[in-house]
Every structure is written in structure tokens, then in C-alpha cells.
């Protein structure tokens, strides 16, 4: 017999109550099997994918793609996980993560759209547990158990698996949401986060064949094991700190070489000053200092291997950049200044830097938008605001890169209060989505006013000293990407307090 339940917790896991819950259900048979069907309300559910066969980043966009076109909207995305194969393990390494979403199939009907995505991208039965070019499970089914003939609601085995678990707890904020999350906790004895922490938790990332990544360009980056450093360059006759110096294709391309002698790993191209009361240019202005400066750069034969970021809050920009060959997408107004920037970098299928400011160059230093109660808290929280629109744009949590703005409508106590506040802000974040709180992290302290006003430098250029004490700080709080004019300097200091983090062990 099909049994299809609706769990009541006998007792709570969080804080907060699980109000009861009533639907109403009609029940049909479909198939021969006597599968049972449920129509409803909406019901969230979660998804995970893995992919070993083909190209695995594609299958998965791929995938999402269909899943959305067969009536699965997605709210969330878990981190990417590069993984090594289970039970079967001769075989390729696999993509691993999840979605969390709505749809108003039931779970049966929801069974069968997967299973025709899975051999539409060309799965066949094959060995259990072998190569597959996507794999798509239902871990959880709104509040409910399901057991039937064809379909296990939890999924089977999902507790004893570190590569289900870290995207499933990746879809989880550290406070619950909403009673149908509460209702997955309960699933478990210890709940989803305290199950996680028994398998061993985050110390498993990047150990035992489980690595969280970030695709950029041809690779899958992992940037736990090292902090990388983007040098600034420039375009603009007016940017505070060196405008005009490299606004010239040549002294441009002399200046690249120059930062990529002295160890930078990402290049920040820039044609838009966003200093403090800068005058907004056009597109078509932008474009004409950017392109030709970018297409001498992927000329050049020392540039194989290092990344291009693109500084811009137009979706023209950014898209132009992309075909002809940048590989980031670095926005410091984080999709506010342009409407469509979400769906274009969603299509582009690029990592996105999304910055905290508030207001634009011209406003973001006026009073109203300077006040603050609790910095880090309100950083966090409009950070993930902007996160959470991106995503239900189509841009996965997987290719998201956070910068908390140093500089940017904040006062300098307040980037103050933000380099030392690293961790506090990724936990405000976590209180959300601790996918989202896991995303690298970008800080740009680099020449910003704060450090003259506490060193009582006013010249932008006499200001490297204490941007490498500030960029020490952020590095050792847990900073992943630090953006600076100066490459040499900080380069050495960020060696520095890589080692040191290794030894005490990275947190």
C-alpha cells in the first residue's frame, strides 16, 4: 500500500512552534503502478543535482533550466561542491548542490518531470551509483513522508551523505524561516543542522573529496585555500586615486604587466569612476575607454591564467565585456542601477560581485543614507537582499561574490566596525541562507578616505601603509579577495597572513 503522510513533529527541534496544518487533497491513480498523486497549494521542495559525465556545469544549467520550464520555480541555490564519487568510485569526480523551490506538482507528478529531464540530457539506467550526466532527487516534499512503490520522501540515505547534506544545509538559514523548514528538522533526530555537524560539518570542507567552488572562466575556484589579490586598473581621467595615469591604451597594458610581475591573480578593469560624487557617464562612453584596453589585455601572453573583472553597473557593459572576453562581472550598486543587470549576468552564466551601497556615487555619502544602528547587521542583511533577488533572477548562489562596500556609504567608523566585523556580517547573512554566508568574500579598502582621515594622509597616493594594515585585518577575519591599486605591497602582506591563517587553521 502507497502511504503519503503529512508530519506533525512530536517535538520541537527549534525555538519556534510548528502551528498545525491542514490541506485539503484530491487523490487519483495514474498509472498502472497505483502511484498516489496529491493536487494542492504550492509546496516547497528540495532538489539535488549531480552531474559526472559531459560538461557538468552545463548539465546543471541545463537542468535548471528545464526545471523551470516544467513548473518549478527556484527560490534558492546551495553552493557548487566538486566531489569524489560514492560507493562506485571508479569513476570522474562529481558537480554536487541543490535548489530549494515551489511548485505545484505533486510528488509524483514532480518525479516524473525529473526523470524526463534526466533522460532528455541523455541518462540511461546503467550501474547504480555510476556515471551520469545529471541526477535529480526530491529530498524533501513540503511537510510531508511519502512512501510509495516509487518515491522515498526524505530521500533515502540522505543523512549519511556529506555531498547531499553540505547543499541541503547550504538552502537553510541558522534561524527557521518558515514551519515547512521546521517540519525538514524534525526529519531528523538531531536536526538538519545538528545531523550535519555529526558527519563532521564545515571541517569536511575541502577534505575527504569535498571541495565548495565557484566556476570562473575554464576552472572551478576554491577560495579556501588561499586569498587572491585583484589590482585596480583604472580607465577613468577621474577616479580618486589615479585618475588619467592609465587612460591610455599603453600606459594601460604597461601598467597590467606591471601588476601581474608583482602577483595579481584577478585584473579589475574600470571605466566608470564611482567616487563620491562622481558624474555618471553613458554607456556608450564607458565602452569606448573599456573595450579597446581589455582587447590589447587578452593579447598579452602573461595574461593565461589570470582573471578579468569588469567594474560596471550597466548591463551593457557587462555583456559586451563577456563576449569579448572578461570573465567577472564586478557591480558596485548590486543591480540597483540597472533593471535588467540580474537577468543579464543570469544569461551570461558569470560570477557576480554584488556590492553593498546604498543610494548611488552621487547620494550614497548623504546623511540619510550614512545612518546605521547596527552596521554589520544592516550590511549583512541588505547584502543578502540583493542576493536573494538575484537568485529568483536566475543568477545561482554558486556564482555570487560578496563585498560589504568599504567606502560606500559608510563613515569610517563604519568600515571600521566592517574589517573587523568580517565573520559577524557572514553570520547575519547565515541567519538566512548559510549557502549564501559561505560565498567568497571581496574586501576593497585600497586608498580609501577613511585611511587618510586616520593616518592623516590627504594625498590618495600616500595611503598604501595603511591600506596593507587594513588589508591584513580583512584577510586574517576571513576576507577571500582583496581589491588594491597596489599589488606588490599587499601581495606580500596577504602571503603573510595566508601562512599564518594555515597554521592556526582556517576558519
Not at 506533525?8 to 527549534?14: D, E, G, N, Q, T
Not at 543542522?193 to 577534505?207: A, P, T
Not at 546623511?367 to 554589520?376: A, G
Request: aromatic fraction near 6%.
Amino acid at each position: 500500500m502507497n502511504i503519503f503522510k503529512q508530519l506533525f513533529p512530536s517535538r520541537l527541534v527549534c525555538t519556534r512552534v510548528c502551528t498545525s496544518y491542514r490541506a485539503s487533497f484530491s487523490f487519483f491513480q495514474f498509472s498502472s503502478d497505483a502511484s498516489v498523486q496529491v493536487h494542492s497549494q504550492e509546496q516547497e521542495v528540495v532538489i539535488a543535482l549531480g552531474s559526472n559525465v559531459g560538461d557538468r556545469l552545463s548539465n546543471f544549467n541545463e537542468a535548471l533550466s528545464q526545471m523551470k520550464e516544467s513548473g518549478i520555480e527556484i527560490k534558492r541555490h546551495a553552493c557548487l561542491y566538486e566531489t569524489e564519487p560514492a560507493y562506485v568510485t571508479d569513476q570522474p569526480l562529481f558537480l554536487n548542490s541543490a535548489i530549494r523551490g515551489i511548485t505545484k506538482l505533486g510528488p509524483h507528478e514532480l518525479l516524473s518531470v525529473l526523470k524526463k529531464i534526466e533522460k532528455e540530457m541523455g541518462r540511461t539506467k546503467g550501474i547504480r551509483y555510476g556515471p551520469r550526466p545529471i541526477d535529480l532527487d526530491i529530498l524533501f516534499y513540503g511537510k510531508f513522508r511519502i512512501n510509495s512503490e516509487i518515491l522515498t520522501v526524505p530521500h533515502e540515505r540522505i543523512f549519511e551523505r556529506p555531498f547531499v547534506m553540505a547543499p541541503l544545509v547550504d538552502l537553510l538559514g541558522s534561524d527557521v524561516d518558515n514551519d515547512t523548514v521546521l517540519c525538514w528538522h524534525s526529519f531528523s533526530k538531531k536536526g538538519l543542522l545538528g545531523s550535519w555537524e555529526e558527519l563532521g560539518g564545515e571541517s569536511l570542507i575541502g577534505k575527504d573529496g569535498l571541495r565548495r567552488v565557484l566556476p570562473v572562466n575554464d576552472r572551478l575556484w576554491d577560495w579556501s585555500k588561499r586569498t587572491s589579490v585583484m589590482g585596480i586598473l583604472n580607465l577613468t581621467p577621474d577616479s580618486f586615486s589615479d585618475g588619467g595615469k592609465f587612460d591610455s591604451v599603453g600606459s594601460a597594458i604597461s601598467r597590467v604587466r606591471t601588476m601581474i610581475s608583482e602577483g595579481t591573480e584577478i585584473i579589475d578593469l574600470g571605466a566608470q569612476s564611482t567616487r563620491p560624487m562622481a558624474t555618471k557617464i553613458s554607456v556608450e562612453e564607458e565602452l569606448d575607454r573599456l573595450i579597446p584596453v581589455l582587447e590589447k589585455i587578452l593579447e598579452l601572453p602573461e595574461i593565461e591564467g589570470k582573471l578579468l573583472s569588469v567594474d560596471t553597473f550597466y548591463s551593457e557593459v557587462a555583456l559586451e565585456a563577456i563576449k569579448k572576453g572578461a570573465h567577472i562581472i564586478n557591480d558596485v550598486s548590486g543591480g540597483k542601477l540597472d533593471s535588467d543587470m540580474f537577468r543579464v549576468v543570469a544569461n551570461l552564466n558569470v560570477p557576480y560581485i554584488t556590492m553593498h551601497m546604498r543610494g548611488d556615487p552621487s547620494t550614497m555619502q548623504n546623511s540619510e543614507n550614512l545612518k546605521y544602528d547596527d552596521v554589520c547587521k544592516e550590511v549583512g542583511d541588505e547584502l543578502y537582499d540583493r542576493v536573494q533577488t538575484a537568485e529568483l533572477c536566475g543568477v545561482p548562489a554558486w556564482r555570487i561574490i560578496l563585498d560589504p562596500g568599504i567606502g560606500f556609504s559608510k563613515k569610517t567608523e563604519d568600515n571600521l566596525e566592517i574589517l573587523m566585523g568580517i565573520k559577524r556580517i557572514r553570520s547575519e547573512i547565515g541567519r538566512k541562507s548559510l549557502g549564501v554566508s559561505r560565498a567568497p568574500l571581496l574586501i576593497g579598502p585600497s586608498r580609501k578616505r577613511f585611511l587618510g582621515e586616520i593616518c592623516g594622509r590627504p594625498s590618495a597616493v600616500e595611503r598604501d601603509p595603511g591600506t596593507v594594515a587594513a588589508v591584513t585585518c580583512a584577510v586574517l577575519g576571513g576576507a577571500n579577495v582583496v581589491r588594491v591599486h597596489n599589488v606588490g605591497d599587499n601581495a606580500d602582506a596577504v602571503k603573510l597572513c595566508d601562512s599564518l591563517l594555515d597554521r592556526v587553521g582556517r576558519s
